[in-house]
């Protein structure tokens, strides 16, 4: 092995090295001239635009009114959509739908069908009905349902979600028009992620309303709006086809870390590479096209790690957006000769990701007085700040009580790598509010105001200077899982390779819950205040209370913390076994079903299906592991020590000193070592396939078989370093971090 291009891992650091940036041409119009991104935004949905010109005016009427509404399209209205919806798709060179829909995979599915239909005498024809549009029927026996089916029980239906935009998939030469779906069994149970983002829309929309009329303002519906960043990894796609481990498990298994990895903080918001800069351009115009509301885009902490970031939407479709975002960033980053890894830790050492999900809630429908209005937003008038303080302690409330639901409803194998480390919130639920509206809550708490007609008390407090100051005294508290920035909260936690469907939907359940419990209170309150606003300042000075043990303004990578969190009684859930057991816990199932939002069996699904989930996948990595290490790292380290040995025997045969003895001393040891942690990964591996239940399974992996491949890995890095470099198999960290 040499540096002269004979070894593979040379070989790709010459390919790319050798890379130049493609050259993507933006969309022109008829006359060549470069369009403007308002020209082409949403070209590739059949959106409401689109539906007004092709539609007579009753039947699009008749489509917002039932939408906007909740119930069924009659046969005549999907029908009429139907026809327009493949009139449209055929004159963009469209030749297949499919009823694009979330299994509780945590990505996709889709089956595609042609328009195609014969007539009675044998001609072909396009045709697409109102019920081929509403509902198709995929086979669902394949599709993880966690106990709620058994395998012969193969009927499941997607069914259209027209609150979402329908919209073309144009991959290579193939275009597919895509129906945004739900996914139910035969008996209605929720198959999927989806269905329970719009259920719990509703909880949350119907408890908001329930609060506001108490208040004196009328709405008709609220909703959850999302913003959610997504951060990611590009590698070069050479030194991804050398790594088995990124292939197989999206995480690198063993890797020594570089002398210079984000240390000196040079990659955050530095000039983007120009490779990376064409391939964000052109992922941006097809997201564009897709209506997709991309905003924002640099690079983030870690070397060769980026992020992208949309204008906030209404939470179903932003979700639906952010699975687009991720499908469409994986395609067009191979195009580029990338591998863009959503894992939440790829590589040990340097910054996991994420995908921060900024979440409030949004007036809908309702008085001119309130439609439009963020209900997380400080107003001008003390009305405005008084409703912003109720829904903002009924957010409190809400995650205080269910803090562990929603610690389980971001656990998963690859979180647990990046919770509690390198920038990334900790396990431990708790709330940021940064100083000045901390200091505000504690103001209130001590009735400082008591003297103060409620106006004045408002003013006094600074309320009312929250909108145009909340910026700079909302400090982004990075070990936050749960941060106020202003006129919204980010759940940092969130890990990058997510669906944001079911944090989401926990997060307006408990959030609904928090709600419904104020509301209450402010309906007693009432009975017996001189004013609401007097009621309104009781129930506020209530909630303060009892959610202070949730509010932490300091640094949640502290041991401090952690012993502090204890005391306060909040969870601690280091694991995603821990934190599963969470939503089968007695307090979240009378939540849920409450809610009307998810049944007993649907809970226990997704407890299972997850648990599944993470056994499957780590497994997958210690299997993957075992094999480079029997297979690539212990053959290249006895390669090497047989040639430091052969160097050994050679001067002491000679009758001289022999330096290197003391190297293979170490190398010996070393490798002793590997092989030991080696048939205890084994060993392990073994056992674990042997137990009968996956409670079992996860339990031994999390307790076991993760601390085993740790100190496996321990021994690995230390022989890369210890290794020749033209002997590694494997390209290193500061290759696939720092040449891409």
Same mark, same amino acid.
């Given at each position: 092995m040499n540096h002269s291009g004979s070894h593979p891992r040379y070989q790709a650091m010459q390919t790319v090295s050798a890379r130049k940036p493609l050259r993507v041409d933006p969309p022109r119009d008829e006359n060549g001239n470069q369009m403007k991104i308002s020209d082409y935004f949403g070209s590739a949905t059949f959106n409401l635009k689109e539906m007004k010109q092709k539609l007579p005016n009753d039947i699009y009427k008749r489509f917002i009114l039932a939408t906007h509404s909740g119930k069924k399209l009659d046969l005549e209205v999907a029908n009429a959509l139907a026809h327009a919806m493949k009139e449209w798709a055929l004159e963009n060179g469209v030749t297949h739908y499919c009823h694009w829909f979330q299994p509780q995979t945590g990505t996709t599915a889709e089956k595609h069908d042609t328009f195609l239909t014969l007539d009675s005498t044998g001609s072909a024809l396009e045709r697409f009905s109102g019920a081929q549009l509403i509902q198709s029927e995929p086979d669902?026996?394949?599709?993880?349902?966690?106990?709620?089916?058994?395998?012969?029980?193969?009927?499941?239906?997607? #069914?259209?979600?027209?609150?979402?935009?329908?919209?073309?998939?144009?991959?290579?030469?193939? !275009?597919?028009?895509?129906?945004?779906?739900?996914?139910?069994?035969?008996?209605?149970?929720?198959?999927?992620?989806?269905?329970?983002?719009?259920?719990?829309?509703?909880?949350?929309?119907?408890?908001?309303?329930?609060?506001?009329?108490?208040?004196?303002?009328?709405?008709?519906? =609220? *909703?959850?709006?999302?913003?959610?960043?997504?951060?990611?990894?590009?590698?070069?796609?050479?030194?991804?086809?050398?790594?088995?481990?990124?292939?197989?498990?999206?995480?690198?298994?063993?890797?020594?870390?570089?002398?210079?990895?984000?240390?000196?903080?040079?990659?955050?918001?530095?000039?983007?590479?120009?490779?990376?800069?064409?391939?964000?351009?052109?992922?941006?115009?097809?997201?564009?096209?897709?209506? =997709?509301?991309?905003?924002?885009?640099?690079?983030?902490?870690?070397?060769?790690?980026?992020?992208? @970031?949309?204008?906030?939407?209404?939470?179903?479709?932003?979700?639906?957006?952010?699975?687009?975002?991720?499908? =469409?960033?994986?395609?067009?980053?191979?195009?580029? &000769?990338?591998?863009?890894?959503?894992?939440?830790?790829?590589?040990?050492?340097?910054?996991?990701?994420?995908?921060?999900?900024?979440?409030?809630?949004?007036?809908?429908?309702?008085?001119?007085?309130?439609?439009?209005?963020?209900?997380?937003?400080?107003?001008?008038?003390?009305?405005?700040?008084?409703?912003?303080?109720?829904?903002?302690? @009924?957010?409190?409330?809400?995650?205080?009580?269910? @803090?562990?639901?929603?610690?389980?409803?971001?656990?998963?194998?690859?979180? &647990?790598?990046?919770?509690?480390?390198?920038?990334?919130?900790?396990?431990?639920?708790?709330?940021?509010?940064?100083?000045?509206?901390?200091?505000?809550?504690?103001?209130?708490?001590?009735?400082?105001?008591?003297?103060?007609?409620?106006?004045?008390?408002?003013?006094?407090?600074?309320?009312?200077?929250?909108?145009? =100051?909340?910026?700079?005294?909302?400090? !982004?508290?990075? *070990?936050?899982?749960?941060?106020?920035?202003?006129?919204?909260?980010?759940?940092? #936690?969130?890990?990058?390779? @997510?669906?944001?469907?079911?944090?989401?939907?926990?997060?307006?359940?408990?959030?609904?819950?928090?709600? &419904?419990?104020?509301?209450?209170?402010?309906?007693?309150?009432?009975?017996?205040?001189?004013? *609401?606003?007097?009621?309104i300042f009781a129930v506020v000075k209530d909630a303060i209370r009892e959610t202070k043990a949730v509010r932490f303004e300091g640094n949640g990578y502290s041991e401090e913390w952690v012993r502090e969190a204890a005391k306060r009684g909040l969870p601690h859930l280091k694991t995603t076994p821990e934190a599963l057991h969470q939503i089968v816990s007695a307090e979240s199932v009378k939540l849920l079903t409450g809610l009307k939002v998810f049944s007993e069996d649907e809970i226990r699904s997704r407890f299972h299906v997850r648990i599944e989930i993470y056994n499957k996948k780590v497994l997958i990595e210690g299997e993957t592991m075992q094999t480079m290490v029997e297979t690539q790292i212990l053959p290249a380290a006895f390669q090497y020590s047989t040639i430091i040995a052969e160097g050994v025997a050679a001067a002491k045969s000679a009758g001289l000193q022999a330096p290197h003895a003391e190297v293979l001393t170490r190398l010996y040891q070393t490798l002793g070592s590997a092989q030991g942690e080696l048939k205890r990964l084994e060993r392990l591996i073994s056992q674990i396939h042997a137990l009968g239940s996956e409670e079992e399974k996860a339990a031994k992996i999390a307790a076991e078989l993760k601390p085993a491949m740790e100190s496996l890995r321990t021994h690995c890095d230390q022989l890369e370093t210890m290794v020749a470099d033209d002997h590694w198999p494997l390209p290193k960290y500061r290759e696939m971090l720092f040449l891409s």
């Open positions: 669902a026996s394949s599709f993880p349902s966690g106990g709620m089916r058994t395998t012969f029980e193969a009927r499941g239906y997607a #069914a259209w979600d027209p609150t979402s935009p329908i919209f073309i998939a144009e991959i290579g030469s193939s !275009r597919t028009l895509c129906i945004p779906s739900v996914f139910i069994s035969y008996h209605g149970d929720a198959l999927d992620e989806k269905t329970g983002v719009l259920r719990s829309n509703e909880a949350l929309s119907e408890s908001a309303c329930k609060l506001l009329r108490l208040i004196g303002d009328e709405a008709r519906s =609220v *909703t959850a709006t999302l913003g959610p960043e997504q951060e990611y990894f590009l590698i070069d796609r050479a030194f991804y086809t050398l790594r088995p481990d990124l292939i197989m498990s999206g995480r690198t298994l063993v890797g020594a870390h570089p002398p210079k990895g984000q240390q000196l903080e040079d990659h955050y918001f530095g000039s983007i590479p120009p490779r990376v800069l064409a391939f964000m351009g052109e992922a941006e115009t097809e997201l564009f096209k897709l209506g =997709v509301p991309t905003k924002t885009r640099h690079n983030e902490v870690a070397p060769m790690q980026f992020e992208t @970031a949309p204008i906030f939407e209404e939470a179903n479709v932003a979700i639906d957006h952010n699975h687009l975002t991720m499908e =469409v960033l994986k395609r067009i980053a191979r195009k580029h &000769d990338f591998e863009l890894l959503l894992h939440e830790k790829p590589f040990k050492g340097v910054n996991g990701s994420g995908k921060h999900n900024n979440w409030s809630m949004s007036v809908t429908s309702g008085s001119a007085e309130v439609e439009g209005i963020n209900l997380l937003d400080p107003g001008k008038t003390p009305h405005q700040n008084l409703r912003f303080l109720l829904f903002l302690m @009924a957010t409190l409330k809400g995650v205080h009580k269910h @803090a562990g639901l929603l610690r389980a409803s971001i656990a998963s194998s690859g979180n &647990d790598h990046r919770l509690g480390a390198n920038e990334a919130p900790p396990a431990i639920i708790s709330v940021f509010l940064g100083n000045m509206l901390d200091n505000m809550l504690n103001e209130i708490e001590k009735d400082t105001h008591k003297d103060l007609n409620y106006a004045e008390a408002v003013i006094r407090l600074g309320v009312s200077r929250l909108p145009t =100051v909340m910026k700079d005294n909302t400090d !982004r508290n990075r *070990t936050s899982p749960f941060a106020f920035t202003g006129n919204k909260f980010e759940f940092r #936690a969130v890990g990058a390779s @997510a669906s944001c469907s079911l944090p989401v939907t926990l997060l307006n359940c408990a959030v609904s819950d928090g709600i &419904d419990a104020i509301a209450e209170d402010l309906a007693q309150k009432l009975k017996t205040a001189k004013s *609401t606003e007097e009621a």
